[in-house]
């Protein structure tokens, strides 16, 4: 099963690079990459009338009434969420380089929180438990055992956080992990559950265009101890113990 990607392009046919108003369904895929900045910027391309963006199935997407040739940029986003929460019910994955949520105002029909595409977790909030930071580049990884900790190693002195995690979320104390954090010891890379399936945050990579290479070997790595950790799930939420990354 390939993984969907949107917002960044990694050079590998386990990859599915697409943008987040052009990708196929979400829920055709078990497991998803966003990058939150781009999210952002594809919705302000639509509202603004500063670049064209169609669906996969060809239609320009546009902010307002739908037509023969157009669809329109509420329904899409609706859409999304519908496919999210199909993705998460059937145990699937999301993976999100995390930016601060952005509230689109000129979205028609009214404002548009830039994570409202996915369902929040019990007992998290996107806007009270994800807060805006601008760190300097470094990560610390703090559980070398957990699945996406080659994600971090490979790639720690480029990564810079821009939002961090209210460590004091009852989803994050009750079901969830703090596994990297800034040189400074803010929690910067989490996971949780999600409806019935796992919503993963990391810091952006500074310059993605320059590590692609790299950026794609770290995530290839970090899926293939995801599956092994979910084809043995231990009692609970409890993480699977594995060997060190090398």
């Not at 639509?46 to 669809?71: D, L, R």
């Not at 760190?135 to 080659?150: E, M, Y």
């Not at 950026?215 to 231990?234: C, N, Q, Y």
Request: include cysteine; proline fraction near 8%.
């Amino acid at each position: 099963m390939c993984t969907l990607v949107i917002g960044l392009s990694l050079p590998n046919t386990q990859f599915d690079n697409y943008s987040f108003i052009s990708a196929p369904s979400f829920g055709e895929y078990s497991q998803i990459i966003v990058d939150m900045a781009s999210v952002s910027r594809t919705v302000d391309d639509i509202v603004h009338g500063t670049a064209v963006h169609s669906t996969y199935g060809g239609q320009a997407v546009v902010n307002g009434e739908p037509s023969a040739h157009a669809f329109p940029l509420r329904e899409l986003l609706q859409m999304r969420r519908r496919e999210t929460e199909w993705l998460l019910a059937h145990g699937g994955l999301v993976v999100l380089l995390g930016y601060p949520d952005v509230p689109h105002a000129a979205v028609a029909g009214g404002i548009w929180p830039s994570y409202a595409w996915l369902p929040e977790p019990e007992g998290f909030s996107f806007e009270r438990d994800l807060l805006a930071g601008f760190g300097r580049p470094g990560a610390v990884l703090v559980d070398a055992q957990h699945p996406f900790a080659p994600y971090v190693q490979a790639l720690a002195s480029r990564l810079a956080y821009r939002v961090y995690v209210n460590e004091e979320s009852p989803a994050l104390a009750e079901g969830g992990s703090v596994f990297a954090r800034s040189e400074g010891g803010v929690p910067i890379a989490f996971e949780i559950r999600d409806c019935d399936g796992y919503l993963v945050l990391l810091p952006p990579i500074l310059r993605p265009e320059s590590d692609r290479a790299v950026i794609t070997d770290a995530f290839l790595k970090s899926f293939e101890r995801w599956a092994a950790r979910r084809s043995s799930p231990p009692a609970g939420y409890a993480r699977v113990e594995t060997e060190e990354v090398p």
